[in-house]
């Protein structure tokens, strides 16, 4: 069993930064792929970058592609989101999401969800 709890959120104007964090609960979380997803209202869940275990590979969506970074610290138990040149349409609940199998771009492939972490950008 994971625990995952997102932190971090807020209001942010155009172009600024933010950084989320998903701390997870238990011993194994290097061996979990991690994910950050996001959800406007109205909208489908979207993917928005993950990290691999291990060697912890990462992939982006190409809206955010040279503007997120993904990164873990498995000494914390942590992964984070370092959003740049943020953007109104970034506007979201963003979640983390931990796979105990392969890393995906679908949200039906993570077994453990965190409560999820406000995100406007707004002016």
């Known amino acids: 069993q994971v625990q995952l709890v997102e932190t971090g959120g807020g209001l942010v104007q155009p172009g600024g930064s933010l950084r989320l964090s998903c701390a997870a609960s238990?011993?194994?979380?290097?061996?979990?792929?991690m994910a950050w997803f996001r959800q406007a209202p109205g909208k489908e869940r979207e993917f928005v970058s993950f990290?691999?275990?291990?060697?912890?590979?990462?992939y982006y969506a190409t809206s955010v592609k040279g503007r997120f970074t993904i990164s873990r610290d498995n000494a914390k138990n942590t992964v984070y989101l370092q959003m740049n040149s943020l953007k109104p349409e970034d506007t979201a609940v963003y979640y983390c999401?931990?796979?105990?199998?392969?890393?995906?771009?679908?949200?039906?492939?993570?077994?453990?969800w965190g409560q999820g972490t406000q995100v406007t950008v707004s002016s």
């Open positions: 999401g931990a796979s105990s199998s392969w890393p995906s771009t679908s949200w039906r492939a993570y077994n453990y």
């Open positions: 238990g011993r194994t979380f290097s061996s979990y792929a």
């Open positions: 990290i691999n275990s291990g060697e912890g590979g990462t």
